[in-house]
């Protein structure tokens, strides 16, 4: 069996090394190289503080780091050729026209979240939401880690995308409710982040209508999850023709 051979940006993080114990132990994939800015420290495979320095031969990229390295390492794929698996989250308005262009000319694989669980919720939710969105209140709960620095999370935010997609009407994104003091209006979704302790992620989608409430959720207890489908994104990219790809492409 060839191994795909994979180069790590944020090798130094939380997730980098989740990736790097779940490589270790599968005989498909290997890590040549990674990127962290915090570049240093042991690790069973050169690790570079700028993408541009990595000279190591690769089938594809994950990036699990920080939106501030987007740009660099785009150049640096789009000048190689290869593949990328985006599972960074909190990309501006423009990186997110960024990551388009790029599709142009390699395979992009970007989603807001890799766990198949996730994904699965956001089906269900879109199905709910072109039900019950007439008559049903809808509100995003998402809980995450003291570290995290993005809110809402870039999950929530792709489970009130999916779920407006399915709505007649495109309804407001509400994140902050005590600074106007009013009834809520029909067309809403409301998007609330909690941050505390070690929480590794949970997302609850709340609709509420009259005399009865549904709720879709998920939690994840392990970045695992996360891990596991960075990897299995990454064993799927490799060799496909330059586009964008989502979890929908994988599963």
Known sequence: MNRIRIILSGAGGKMGRAIRALCSEREDCTIVAGFDLRAGG?????????????????????????PSVLEPLLAYCRERKLPAVLATTGYSPEQLSAIQAAAADIPVFSTANMSLGVNLLASLCEKAAAVLGHDFDIEIIEKHHNQKIDAPSGTALMLADRISGALEKKPQYVYDRHSERRKRRREEIGLHAVRGGTIVGEHEVLFAGTDETITLSHAAYSKQVFAAGAINAALFLAGQPAGIYDMGDLV
């Open 42 to 66: 042991e690790a069973p495979f050169p690790i570079y503080p700028e993408p541009a320095q990595c000279t190591q031969e690769a089938d594809v990229v994950i990036d699990f780091s920080h």
